[in-house]
């Protein structure tokens, strides 16, 4: 059993917590709050049982972590109900949710430092999350507060900050240990396989990645009656 410092630990824990903190204010549901709770549950026992460590299954068993949570998010969009929900979100909320990825990407850094991921998915390598993070809230203010940014903007730094999503998420697929690894042999990244990197993959990454769907959508559904009304 590899050993975590309980520094980092306690750290990534206390940012997971946040992550659902924000989501809440940015649904007011205490529904799915609960359901988030759940599965955040769930993968938690199953990580410390050591069931997603396990090498050389079929399938691997590191997607188990991020497929369930993102074919979720995906198929949200297919339903009418869902789609209303994801309408009524608080804008401003899901904005300033990204920020979250600032604390992920540090506990990311000292994972890195402990031998459990790859230095390509830090801020050292080629992850540039973090500044998806260290913009939301300058973002937010431009956009929501002072006003001298418009909802364009808005919909151009979600579409941008996704990018940056899925270019570390690329990064992170390709580095684990599966039959499709194909970067970091001499370290890979096996830190998200173990309680509590777990939720990174299996929470927070469908939660940041439902946020950007979700305001995406808000803003093209508020630029069509925008056009209409003119």
Not at 52 to 61: D, E, N, S, W
Not at 174 to 184: R, Y
């Amino acid at each position: 059993m590899i050993e975590v410092s309980i520094i980092t630990s306690f750290g990534f824990i206390l940012t997971t917590l946040i992550t659902l903190w924000f989501f809440f204010k940015a649904s007011n549901n205490k529904k799915i709050l609960y359901g988030i709770l759940v599965w955040t549950t769930i993968v938690a026992i199953l990580g410390l049982l050591g069931f997603y460590q396990k090498a050389g299954t079929f399938p691997p068993r590191f997607i188990f972590l991020l497929v369930p949570g993102v074919i979720f998010v995906l198929l949200l969009l297919l339903n009418k109900k869902s789609r209303n929900f994801m309408d009524n979100l608080n804008l401003k909320w899901l904005t300033l949710l990204h920020t979250i990825r600032i604390p992920v990407e540090i506990v990311l850094y000292y994972v890195f430092l402990e031998r459990l991921i790859p230095d390509l998915m830090t801020f050292d390598g080629y992850n540039y999350d973090i500044i998806s993070g260290l913009t939301a809230p300058i973002i937010y203010y431009l956009v929501f507060v002072v006003k001298v940014l418009n909802k364009k903007a808005l919909l151009i730094w979600n579409f941008l900050a996704l990018a940056l999503l899925i270019n570390i998420l690329t990064i992170a697929i390709l580095s684990a240990q599966t039959p499709f690894q194909k970067l970091a042999f001499e370290q890979p990244n096996i830190g998200v396989t173990y309680f509590p990197f777990v939720w990174l993959p299996a929470v927070i990454v469908p939660i940041v990645l439902f946020s950007h769907l979700s305001s995406i959508r808000q803003l093209f559904v508020s630029q069509k009656e925008g056009d209409r009304n003119d």
